[in-house]
């Protein structure tokens, strides 16, 4: 768009110069372009003294900027003149999160650079630049104005910033090194020491110690609460929301969700209550790890069943993150109405999805691969509402330990809930209500060899004639491994004959991995897992792979993570089907492209033989300042060759609390353009969002108002508080930091708070506040979280928390409550001396050792030429200094005294000087150790 206004603006001034009437009325001069006026599009003349660089169209260029340490480069335009390469100040400003603003329609800069007492300014119309308070003269040719912006020579910025630039004006390249640290790079950081810590974590273990969080009779629940005013041609008018609350209940976990509005009155409730423990101490000699009682899920077993949800009960002793390279995961989760989700998993986009009518949405059978699993699910709301949620799993290939016996059990009636509450447009399958009951037992039998049984009781409904029947399901199978490649087989027997076998590898080489299973049938076997429509079913053969592409010039590699499904299925009357899936996603400079392919044929008796071929694009990208723009289009190959649906997305952030998007689209097979614009602002304690719709060709509307909020209780300070919404729909925790001044480990009236001190987990990050309490939410409940401080935040060098970190394991709706005492860090410091008769020399090179109140060693020092020793750091308590043993027991020595320190919680700074002797009468220790 602004090239178009830019090439506008030349044509007008060409027309201008043709009709003999100079640019905006006045002539330009020429002395080197120094004093031209600027060119179209720009912001008028400036005084002849000191007229900015002029600009013509044909000087712009695309550059490609990264910085140093960074994997994501950006994209902006610049211009080149008189072969030197100018680079926006504005745009480099906000790459680098440096708090500079462009005034005066480009011709003034102001700010600061990485601290408020740095200062920076630049004012073209007196060609001068202001650092610290110091003026600089810019040259002639130094900078140049265009639409707005402040063009500064790209040599300049290594004078007024702490960063050293390289520009390949050939390869269109910006390479930035910067001498300091600056903001972005501290938080990639941060987030590095995150994801390092996350993996080691989920790989070797929690770090810190487990801190239970309490089961209780009834707890005041977290709450989450949404209300909308709706207007749409379809339904009318009306009021609706949403209502989450969790807590615990009857010594259990209690999750209830309730929706509706004033048209159908509740249109959806779901309930469920249970426990978990990951260290399997529930239900007596069950060893469960959890059970859930109400609207529960089961599982799919390796033949004939997929997961289903209902009313029901489950119980497990397995662990939530660890799985098999066979499984597959299903994702299940609470979708306000007009909400979407994404999933990804490792970056990769698998699909998305609309609420359906229960608010809700399902994510059936989702592949897994070896390794750590990460599936982000990203929440769009209608006004622009954006959230993630993130899942890991940890992927092996199902062995377990020898002796270890794990369980599965679950009894349900599928798709009703418990409190049987459903809106009139609920979605009628003819198998609702079918009772079923699936357990499943694995066992390692020796380090390489594992195996898993599994049974069921299911009832089935036939859709057509609308009968039920019920039948019994028995399956056994073997599990094993070498390295990274995993082997399976299992084989299956059901009433009536039935009969299926499975076999199955999967592995991975490089960045490539693959999951390959054929299974067989006979007896009219029906497999939930292969086949959604109930049919008896021959054989069918399913490859998944997944590889990391690299393409691109050796020193400038794109990687491009691709996705592979394919499946041939055929039934028991000899109908076949073969779908092919292709999904691949893209980090471009300052674009994510992602895109799938899927490939679908039948071939159904009489029927005849039918095939598709339909696919889609997106593209979304970040342009400079607080603009995203997103683009897509869905398109079908085979039967017709044809567009289906485009739209385009545009995110614009007014503030750092308020966003405005506006989406275009168009419905091919309608021929309708739709279009909609909605608002969101985010207050401190809740959300306010506005969206209104538009579809051409029918004429159908809509526009809705919704406020949203949490209602939560401080655990530490018995208070309530309001906060953005997804209190309820997470894990969390209060924690609080003081300085423990009278060493008790509570924080208490003697005690005093640190206010701006950092609090991490895996995916959040929160300072404390004024009362040095800081809140972390949407940590994943039921999954151990490491908890840190961290120290660098301390308001002082000398301070130390008496405990680095925690792992909690969070709960929907529970806010978990943590002290972290703080202590002053003391030092002890002197000299050691030899004494030999009436004389005490410095001695150097004797190795002290500091020893805690039970005998261990928890610091070392050695003495300097002059015999200077020191002991840094040292954490509040009573310690005794001695010799290194080897060393003394070597050379004779002995202290002259034992030498017993107490450092208080205060933070002291001792001196003793210590003295040593022989501990015989034996010669040799002058002759071993430096004297003075």
Same mark, same amino acid.
């Given at each position: 768009m ?10 007008i ?5 043709a009709l003999?009437s100079?640019?905006?009325?006045r002539p330009a001069?020429a ?6 006026t600027?060119?179209a599009?720009?912001t008028g ?5 000191c007229?900015p660089v ?10 490609e900027v990264s ?6 480069p950006d994209?902006?335009?610049g ?5 030197a ?6 745009a480099m400003?906000?790459l ?5 603003r462009i005034e ?7 700010g ?8 920076l300014g630049?004012d073209l119309?007196?060609r001068i ?5 110091e ?5 002639a ?5 265009m639409d ?7 040599d300049?910025f290594?004078?007024?910033?702490p ?6 004006q ?12 600056f ?5 990639l950081?941060?987030?590095a020491a995150?994801?390092k810590l996350?993996?080691r ?9 487990m801190?239970?969080l309490a089961?209780?009779?009834v ?7 949404a209300?909308?005013v709706?207007?749409?041609?379809g339904?009318?008018s009306?009021?609706?929301?949403d209502?989450?609350?969790a807590?615990?209940l ?11 509005d ?6 959806g409730a779901?309930?469920?209550l249970?426990r978990?423990d990951?260290?399997?101490r529930?239900?007596?000699p069950?060893r469960?790890?959890e ?9 799919s077993?390796?033949?004939?069943l ?12 397995t662990e ?7 499984d597959?995961?299903?994702l ?7 909400f979407?989700?994404?999933?990804f998993?490792?970056g ?11 608010r809700?949405?399902f ?6 691969e070896?390794?750590?699993n ?7 709301g ?10 890991r799993f940890?992927?092996g290939?199902g062995?377990?330990?020898?002796g270890r ?6 009894a349900?009636q ?6 049987g509450?459903e809106?009139?447009r609920?979605f009628?399958p003819?198998d ?9 037992v ?8 594992t195996?898993?049984v599994?049974?069921?009781w ?9 009968n039920?029947?019920s039948n019994?399901m028995f399956?056994a199978?073997a599990?094993t491994g070498?390295?990274?490649?995993a ?6 027997l ?6 299926a076998?499975?076999t199955?590898?999967?592995g ?8 390959a299973?054929?299974?067989r049938?006979?007896g009219?076997?029906q497999?939930d897992?292969?086949?959604?429509a ?5 054989h069918v053969t ?11 010039s050796?020193?400038r590699?794109?990687?491009?993570p691709l996705?592979?499904r394919?499946?041939?299925?055929v039934?028991?009357q000899?109908? /076949?089907?073969?779908?092919? +899936?292709v999904?691949?996603?893209? !980090?471009?400079? #300052?674009?994510? &492209?992602? %895109?799938?392919?899927?490939f ?8 005849g033989?039918?095939?598709?071929l339909f ?16 683009a897509?289009i869905?398109y ?6 044809r ?8 995110d614009?952030?007014?503030g ?5 998007r506006?989406t ?20 401190? /304690?809740?959300?306010?969002s +506005?969206?209104?719709?538009?579809? !051409?060709?029918d #004429?159908?509307? &809509?526009v %809705?108002?919704r406020l ?9 300070q018995g208070r309530f508080?309001?906060a953005?919404?997804g ?7 209060i ?6 001044m009278?060493?008790?480990?509570r924080?208490?009236n003697n005690?005093?708070p640190l206010?701006?001190v950092?609090?991490m ?6 300072k404390?506040?004024k ?5 972390l ?5 039921g999954?151990?979280v490491?908890?840190?401080?961290d120290p660098?935040s301390l308001?002082d060098?000398a301070l ?5 970190g ?6 929907? %709706?529970?806010?978990?409550?943590a002290?972290?005492p703080?202590?002053?860090l003391?030092?002890v410091?002197g000299?050691v001396?030899?004494?030999?008769g009436?004389d ?7 190795r002290?050792?500091?020893l805690?109140?039970?005998?261990q ?8 030429s002059?015999g200077?020793?020191v002991?840094e750091?040292?954490r509040p ?5 001695t010799?290194?043993?080897?060393q003394?027991?070597?050379l004779d ?5 034992e ?8 933070g002291?700074d ?5 003295l040593v ?7 040799q220790m002058a002759?071993?150790l430096?004297?003075?």
């Amino acid at each position: 768009m602004n090239l178009l206004w830019r090439l506008l603006g030349a044509l007008i001034i060409i027309a201008l110069i043709a009709l003999g009437s100079p640019a905006h009325g006045r002539p330009a001069t020429a002395e080197g372009g120094l004093a031209q006026t600027v060119a179209a599009g720009g912001t008028g003349p400036a005084p002849d003294c000191c007229t900015p660089v002029g600009f013509e169209p044909e000087d712009e260029i695309i550059l490609e900027v990264s910085v140093s340490g960074s994997d994501a480069p950006d994209v902006m335009t610049g211009f080149a003149k008189d072969g030197a390469a100018y680079l926006p100040l504005g745009a480099m400003a906000r790459l680098l999160d440096l708090a500079i603003r462009i005034e005066d329609g480009g011709s003034r800069a102001d700010g600061w650079v990485l601290q408020p007492g740095r200062t920076l300014g630049l004012d073209l119309r007196e060609r001068i630049a202001r650092r610290n308070g110091e003026a600089i003269i810019l040259d002639a040719k130094a900078a140049g104005i265009m639409d707005g912006e402040l063009y500064l020579r790209s040599d300049w910025f290594a004078h007024l910033l702490p960063l050293e630039i390289e520009v390949d004006q050939r390869a269109q390249q910006v390479l930035i090194r910067t001498t300091e640290p600056f903001p972005f790079q501290e938080r990639l950081a941060r987030a590095a020491a995150r994801e390092k810590l996350l993996r080691r974590a989920i790989e070797q273990g929690a770090e810190w110690p487990m801190v239970p969080l309490a089961y209780r009779a009834v707890t005041v629940p977290s709450a989450d609460l949404a209300v909308r005013v709706v207007s749409d041609s379809g339904l009318g008018s009306r009021i609706g929301g949403d209502l989450r609350l969790a807590g615990d209940l009857a010594w259990m976990g209690a999750d209830l969700f309730v929706t509706g509005d004033s048209a159908d009155g509740l249109t959806g409730a779901l309930l469920a209550l249970g426990r978990f423990d990951p260290q399997a101490r529930l239900l007596g000699p069950l060893r469960a790890t959890e059970y859930t009682v109400g609207d529960v899920s089961s599982f799919s077993l390796p033949l004939g069943l997929a997961a289903v949800t209902g009313r029901g009960v489950a119980i497990a002793n397995t662990e939530r993150v660890a799985r098999s390279v066979f499984d597959t995961i299903d994702l299940r989760g609470v979708l306000p109405e007009g909400f979407e989700v994404e999933l990804f998993r490792n970056g990769i986009l698998l699909g998305s999805l609309r609420g359906d009518t229960e608010r809700t949405f399902f994510f059936p059978q989702v592949p897994v691969e070896f390794g750590l699993n990460e599936f982000l699910l990203v929440f769009h709301g209608p006004q622009g509402q954006r959230r993630e949620e993130v899942r890991r799993f940890m992927v092996g290939d199902g062995r377990l330990p020898p002796g270890r016996l794990t369980y599965r059990v679950a009894a349900l009636q599928k798709d009703r809930t418990l409190l049987g509450v459903e809106g009139p447009r609920t979605f009628q399958p003819a198998d609702r209500g079918d009772r079923r009951i699936v357990a499943e037992v694995g066992y390692g039998i020796t380090p390489n060899f594992t195996t898993v049984v599994s049974g069921a009781w299911v009832e089935r409904t036939n859709p057509f004639v609308k009968n039920k029947k019920s039948n019994w399901m028995f399956s056994a199978g073997a599990r094993t491994g070498v390295g990274r490649w995993a082997a399976k087989a299992d084989v299956a027997l059901a009433g009536g004959g039935e009969w299926a076998a499975t076999t199955g590898v999967a592995g991975s080489l490089g960045v490539t991995s693959v999951t390959a299973t054929h299974s067989r049938y006979g007896g009219g076997f029906q497999d939930d897992l292969r086949s959604f429509a109930q049919t008896p079913l021959a054989h069918v053969t399913e490859v998944d792979l997944r590889t990391n592409l690299v393409i691109g010039s050796v020193d400038r590699p794109l990687a491009l993570p691709l996705s592979l499904r394919a499946r041939h299925m055929v039934d028991a009357q000899g109908g /076949r089907e073969i779908n092919a +899936a292709v999904r691949a996603s893209a !980090f471009l400079p #300052g674009v994510l &492209a992602a %895109g799938s392919l899927e490939f679908r044929q039948t071939a159904l008796g009489t029927a005849g033989k039918t095939a598709q071929l339909f696919g889609n694009f997106d593209l979304a990208a970040r342009s400079q300042g607080r603009t995203r723009l997103r683009a897509g289009i869905s398109y079908e190959v085979v039967p017709h060759a044809r567009l289906v649906t485009a739209d385009a997305q545009v995110d614009w952030a007014l503030g750092p609390d308020s966003s405005l998007r506006a989406t275009v689209g168009y419905d091919f097979a309608r021929r309708a353009p739709q279009g909609s614009i909605a608002f969101v602002r985010q207050f401190d /304690r809740f959300a306010l969002s +506005a969206d209104a719709g538009y579809r !051409f060709g029918d #004429g159908s509307y &809509a526009v %809705g108002l919704r406020l949203a909020a949490s209602l939560g209780r401080d655990p530490l300070q018995g208070r309530f508080f309001v906060a953005q919404p997804g209190l309820a729909s997470g894990g969390g925790a209060i924690v609080r930091a003081f300085q423990d001044m009278d060493g008790d480990g509570r924080f208490g009236n003697n005690d005093r708070p640190l206010p701006q001190v950092t609090f991490m987990t895996s995916n959040e990050l929160a300072k404390t506040d004024k009362g040095g309490v800081a809140r972390l939410v949407n940590l994943p409940a039921g999954q151990p979280v490491s908890l840190q401080l961290d120290p660098a935040s301390l308001p002082d060098i000398a301070l130390a928390p008496l405990n680095r970190g925690v792992t909690v394991v969070p709960r929907g %709706g529970r806010l978990q409550a943590a002290d972290y005492p703080v202590v002053a860090l003391g030092a002890v410091e002197g000299t050691v001396a030899f004494a030999e008769g009436a004389d005490a020399r410095p001695v150097a090179s004797v190795r002290l050792h500091m020893l805690d109140n039970k005998g261990q060693m928890i610091a070392e020092s050695r003495s300097e030429s002059d015999g200077y020793y020191v002991f840094e750091e040292v954490r509040p308590g009573a310690y005794t200094i001695t010799l290194d043993p080897s060393q003394a027991g070597a050379l004779d020595l002995c202290l002259a005294q034992e030498e017993r320190v107490v450092i208080g919680f205060s933070g002291d700074d001792l001196r003793r000087n210590l003295l040593v002797k022989r501990c015989s009468a034996r010669p040799q220790m002058a002759a071993a150790l430096p004297m003075r």
